[in-house]
């Protein structure tokens, strides 16, 4: 991105105690001077992975200042991001990703003994390298989720997969069935074919 100077020259004055003020800063708190090249890049689209989502208990409830963690687990240079839930119970926290790290295990953790909430998963990396302007994220809750029919806390089974296990239930009894009567109708034959033998024999 290309700053060109206004009448005056005032942007280039502007610039100058914007960078002064950031050298200042980085020097007291020891953390060095960020470059505008990589201050800028860092809020780029194509290389921000965004992951948000809630932490609830297993009751389904809101729980805040849990610690969430997400780290790399391929590219060891991409510096891990923390995050903390708020009163509702969302966090949102930023990788800085690159095309490269496309496909990348991403690792997310919100453990809070307090909370009773102790929870890692673990996500891929999934986005659209050559899309430099939609938002690179992932949605990862943490706990019971009472919106989503496919989580049960006392881990029961969700409606389609329960429906699933019935129809193969029903399908395995019939089976079942059909072939025990062939083996009953065989047997009968069989039977019938030696008594029919047997009076021959003795006529």
């Given at each position: 991105m290309e700053l060109r100077p206004s009448r005056g020259g005032?942007?280039?004055?502007f610039c100058g105690l914007v960078g002064g003020l950031i050298g200042l800063v980085g020097g007291v708190l020891g953390l060095g001077v960020l470059s505008p090249e990589t201050a800028w890049?860092?809020?780029?689209?194509?290389?921000?992975?965004?992951?948000?989502?809630?932490?609830?208990?297993?009751?389904?409830?809101?729980v805040r200042d849990v610690r969430v963690y997400a780290k790399d687990l391929r590219d060891q240079t991409v510096e891990p991001a923390t995050s903390y839930a708020n009163g509702e119970g969302f966090y949102?926290?930023?990788?800085?990703?690159?095309?490269?790290?496309?496909?990348?295990?991403?690792?997310?953790?919100a453990i809070d003994e307090r909370a009773g909430v102790n929870e890692v998963?673990?996500?891929?990396?999934?986005?659209?390298?050559?899309d430099k302007h939609s938002e690179?994220?992932?949605?990862?809750?943490?706990?019971?989720?009472?919106?989503?029919?496919?989580?049960?806390?006392?881990?029961?089974?969700?409606t389609e997969e329960t429906s699933k296990l019935w129809a193969y239930g029903v399908g395995g009894v019939l089976v079942t069935a059909a072939?025990?009567?062939?083996?009953m109708r065989a047997r009968q034959r069989q039977a019938s074919g030696v008594a029919k033998r047997r009076g021959k024999k003795q006529v």
């Open positions: 005032s942007a280039a004055v890049a860092t809020h780029e689209m194509d290389h921000r992975f965004t992951i948000s989502g809630h932490v609830r208990d297993q009751d389904g409830k809101s949102k926290l930023m990788l800085h990703l690159h095309n490269s790290n496309l496909g990348d295990p991403i690792q997310i953790s998963t673990t996500i891929k990396a999934e986005f659209d390298p050559k690179r994220q992932a949605t990862v809750n943490f706990g019971f989720d009472p919106e989503s029919s496919g989580s049960r806390a006392e881990g029961m089974l969700g072939i025990g009567v062939a083996v």
